[in-house]
């Protein structure tokens, strides 16, 4: 599966939007963007994945560039409740890899009043 | 139940001790996973289930583990002979199946200390 990289830590204002960079260059063709968020002694939390297309839920806005090389997860309107770390991974769809999400450092968002 | 169970929440265990940790997973979801989460680290695959069937063990990081599903459903990680790196917490999650577009529901975890 595809490498991606974070940033370690960011801030935001309550109410702002919240933009989460995620560089995945090496992504194939096969391979989805997938975020999930893990709030403080919680599992992780699936939010939204996508493969070409920007993807839009009740939760976040997935931007996927042409190239597929990078995407970035938009939370609208960001709560105090939205801080917690975003996980980008990127896993292929099918096949032997299907099983797991391979986690990294992800992005500490910090939401601030 | 809504979501995925993990018992206990806590387990604290005595090095060289033999430990089972718990996974419910939603009910009717057949993929099931196990994942470890060390401090300050995003959470590290350890195995996972189609069905009863282990059909990927890759990441259990030795012969002292070991994970098993009987009918399907309810599934229990086995340490043995605990270490005190073994301390992490452990996170179980569900899926309906292994299309991508299903996603994964995690527990909140057994959070397991060796002294």
């Known amino acids: 599966d595809a490498k991606t990289t974070q940033p370690t830590s960011m801030d935001c204002a309550e109410g702002r939007a919240a933009n989460l960079p995620c560089n995945h260059s090496?992504?194939?063709?096969?391979?989805?963007v997938y975020w999930y968020r893990q709030i403080h002694s919680q599992g992780p939390q699936y939010i939204i994945h996508g493969l070409k297309n920007n993807e839009t839920n009740e939760m976040a806005s997935l931007i996927i560039t042409e190239d597929r090389k990078s995407s970035t997860l938009i939370l609208p309107h960001a709560t105090l409740r939205d801080t917690a770390v975003y996980y980008c991974?990127?896993?292929?769809?099918?096949?032997?890899?299907?099983?797991?999400?391979?986690f990294g450092q992800g992005t500490i968002l910090t939401v601030h009043p | 139940g809504a979501g995925v169970s993990q018992t206990p929440s806590n387990k604290v265990t005595e090095k060289g001790k033999y430990v089972e940790l718990r996974c419910d997973p939603i009910s009717g979801h057949t993929a099931l996973y196990w994942y470890r989460q060390s401090l300050g680290q995003g959470p590290e695959f350890l195995i996972y289930f189609q069905g009863t069937g282990a059909a990927d063990d890759s990441g259990l990081p030795n012969d002292r583990f070991f994970a098993v599903r009987p009918e399907g459903s309810v599934s229990t990680l086995k340490i043995q002979r605990t270490e005190r790196g073994d301390s992490a917490v452990y996170l179980c999650?569900?899926?309906?199946?292994?299309?991508?577009?299903?996603?994964?529901?995690f527990g909140s975890g057994t959070r397991l200390t060796v002294v």
């Open positions: 999650a569900s899926r309906q199946g292994i299309d991508p577009n299903y996603g994964y529901t």
């Open positions: 991974i990127v896993r292929v769809g099918g096949g032997t890899s299907y099983g797991k999400l391979t």
């Open positions: 090496t992504i194939s063709g096969n391979e989805y």
